[in-house]
């Protein structure tokens, strides 16, 4: 005979019925920080993109906070602001200051910010390094690629608490 309602059916134990739920703390801009480390690269305003270039080589990183004091966030500016010169200015741009084609508006985050927050303005914006600001003063860089890391970081523990879950 079949069963009317939900409440006849026979108890089944082997059934999971509770709700599978898993935690994920919100991570903060100071996390990233706190494993990545805060050495930041900076370059003075009259620094010439030929030394610019350097930097960028020998620190093997995609683009350099602009700053006269190590402090102050004059701007930023990266590889792709040097391609899009070099196509425009040509071989003189080597010898340029680098405050000719840094991004002046800097958009900057502090410690307290979320990394989802982060990662929607990167996302948006479309820029891939972000200085982290502690009292008006520079103090990290967040770049797409730690963004990326602790996503995945996060994937993975998601998944370890399933599996745990699933095993248990
Ligand atoms: P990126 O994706 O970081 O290589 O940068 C792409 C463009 O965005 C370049 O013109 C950069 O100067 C600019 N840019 C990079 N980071 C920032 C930032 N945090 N705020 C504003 N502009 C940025």
């Known amino acids: 005979m079949p069963w009317g309602h939900e409440r006849d059916r026979p108890a089944v134990s082997h059934w999971r019925v509770a709700p599978v739920r898993t935690y994920r703390r919100v991570m903060r801009i100071s ?7 805060g050495s930041v690269i900076t370059v003075r305003t009259d620094a010439s993109v030929t030394e610019l ?7 093997r990183i995609g683009a350099v906070v602009v700053s006269d004091d190590g402090e102050t966030v004059h701007g930023i500016v ?3 602001d040097i391609v899009r010169h070099l196509h425009t200015d040509g071989a003189a741009l080597l010898d340029a200051p680098v405050h000719q084609i840094m991004t002046s508006e800097v958009h900057t985050c ?11 303005a990167m996302t948006e914006k479309r820029f891939r390094h972000v200085p982290v ?3 008006g003063k520079l103090v990290a860089i967040v770049s797409i690629g730690d ?7 996060d ?13 248990s």
């Open 110 to 120: 502090v410690p307290e910010d979320s990394l989802d927050d982060l990662e929607t």
């Open 53 to 59: 270039l350097g930097l960028l080589s020998e620190h």
């Open 133 to 135: 600001l502690k009292d």
């Open 155 to 167: 994937l993975q523990a998601e998944r370890d608490q399933l599996r745990t879950y699933i095993q």
């Open 78 to 80: 990266s590889e792709r």
């Open 31 to 37: 996390d990233v920080v706190r494993h990545k480390g």
């Open 147 to 153: 963004v990326v890391k602790n996503r995945i970081d």
